[in-house]
């Protein structure tokens, strides 16, 4: 019997919202479809907040259905004014071609493109089209009324939306129907703020060609008080392991709070439901292993088992004692190989004096990674920094981290 891809969506807690949710779940329960998700290449790298959209398509595809990944040669011109409180800024066709480039290697991680079970295209079909021509075929079918009630644009009124921008969702409910007719594709994918745009792309489908379409839209990532996830200290959470190491990746999501890392396991890892239940049951410092469990599954998954391993174990290594910190508000200053364990203590400022210094390590008061060092003299190599970083603890309760330059 075929695996409903919708129920396993609905029972991982993925869907926000959908269109003929009846409809689309009978068909998905007995038909092979051919489905679509959209990127512009706003950056080079993907981030976690695209690893749900990621993950949720590895399961579709599990299930039977092919993929198509759409990579915004075109719309990326103009870029989705959605959750945006200005426009965004214009980027040049180099540097569009350069970021897609960079997203086409990492959905290739999560996304088997082999014997035609998935699809990499690019909107570049946008890129030929005659204003008059395309806005006296398919303009007629969009209500101005109706675009400014959607959310992607009403809370860009105030601020003021350009012309530019306002044809967004005209060319994305236009990539829809072209995909229609190209391959068949009747289900667009997206996260919820995607809501409108493929309303309009489903509502175009079903207005110029009599046929039955459907859109589908995910929970977007966030904390326990509502705010999106995938920003730490540092910036975005990359999963381009040169914007963001595999150790700082992992220790982002080790770092979870405990009332989403149930949600979190069930969305961003292939753990079985049943296994992921039990661990619900935990309470306590028990969390603190399903944290660790969901760190090393997300950073496998993105980063491959070796670099997973490595993550842990550096983790393990830099918190034996089993102490809950943030690595990302630690202090932290940029150090060579190198030096001594008095210059690098001179260098992050934290002793006042050489005499202090020794006085300090002769007392058992300084750890590098979570060994006590008991020599003045002591070397710190490049092989103690783990992933880039040392970690210095001054005392008890006084710790920064070196990054190696």
């Known amino acids: 019997m075929q695996t409903n891809a919708y129920d396993v969506l609905k029972e991982r807690g993925f869907i926000a919202?959908?269109?003929?949710?009846?409809?689309?779940r009978e068909l998905m329960g007995k038909e092979k479809l051919t489905f679509y998700m959209g990127y512009d290449p706003t950056a080079d790298s993907l981030h976690v907040g695209h690893l749900l959209t990621l993950m949720a398509h590895s399961h579709v595809q599990a299930a039977g259905h092919r993929l198509i990944t759409l990579m915004g040669t075109g719309t990326g011109m103009i870029g989705d004014p959605t959750d945006r409180t200005d426009m965004r800024r214009v980027?040049?066709?180099?540097?569009?071609?350069?970021?897609?480039?960079?997203?086409?290697e990492q959905c290739s991680r999560f996304v088997d493109y082999?014997?035609?079970?998935?699809?990499?295209?690019?909107?570049?079909?946008?890129?030929?089209?005659?204003?008059?021509?395309?806005?006296?075929?398919?303009?007629?079918h969009f209500s101005v009324n109706k675009m400014l009630a959607a959310e992607c644009y009403k809370s860009r009124l105030s601020e003021g939306l350009s012309v530019?921008?306002?044809?967004?969702?005209?060319?994305?409910?236009y990539d829809f129907l072209h995909l229609y007719r190209r391959y068949g594709c009747v289900l667009q994918l997206g996260g919820s703020e995607q809501w409108s745009?493929?309303?309009a792309g489903v509502e175009l489908i079903r207005k110029v060609e009599k046929?039955?379409?459907?859109?589908?839209?995910?929970?977007?990532?966030?904390t326990s008080d509502g705010k999106k996830m995938g920003k730490s200290m540092g910036g975005a959470v990359w999963l381009d392991a040169a914007k963001t190491s595999p150790f700082d990746f992992y220790q982002y999501w080790r770092n979870t709070?405990?009332?989403?890392?149930?949600r979190n396991l069930k969305l961003l890892t292939f753990l079985p439901l049943e296994e992921i239940n039990e661990m619900a049951k935990w309470q306590g410092a028990e969390l603190n292993r399903a944290k660790e469990i969901l760190a090393f599954e997300i950073t496998?998954?993105?980063?491959?088992?070796?670099?997973?391993?490595?993550?842990?174990?550096?983790?393990?290594?830099?918190?034996?004692?089993?102490?809950?910190?943030?690595?990302?508000?630690?202090?932290?200053?940029?150090?060579?190989?190198?030096?001594?364990?008095?210059?690098?203590?001179?260098?992050?400022?934290?002793?006042?004096?050489r005499g202090e210094g020794r006085r300090l390590i002769a007392q058992g008061g300084v750890s590098i990674n979570g060994e006590k060092i008991t020599a003045h003299d002591h070397i710190i190599e490049a092989a103690d920094f783990k992933d880039g970083f040392v970690l210095v603890q001054k005392g008890k309760k006084i710790f920064h981290r070196g990054k190696l330059i």
């Open 114 to 140: 082999n014997d035609g079970k998935a699809i990499m295209e690019e909107n570049d079909w946008l890129l030929g089209l005659n204003l008059l021509e395309f806005m006296r075929e398919y303009g007629v």
């Open 91 to 104: 980027l040049t066709r180099e540097e569009i071609a350069h970021n897609i480039a960079c997203f086409k």
């Open 197 to 199: 745009n493929i309303i």
């Open 300 to 353: 496998k998954i993105v980063h491959g088992q070796e670099e997973a391993e490595k993550a842990q174990a550096a983790a393990h290594a830099l918190f034996a004692k089993g102490s809950e910190m943030d690595l990302e508000s630690m202090p932290q200053t940029e150090v060579p190989a190198g030096l001594s364990i008095i210059e690098l203590l001179e260098t992050m400022k934290l002793i006042p004096s």
């Open 211 to 222: 046929k039955s379409a459907f859109g589908l839209t995910f929970e977007i990532l966030t």
């Open 17 to 24: 919202q959908c269109t003929h949710e009846d409809e689309l």
């Open 164 to 173: 530019f921008e306002f044809t967004y969702m005209l060319l994305q409910a």
């Open 257 to 262: 709070e405990d009332a989403v890392v149930i």
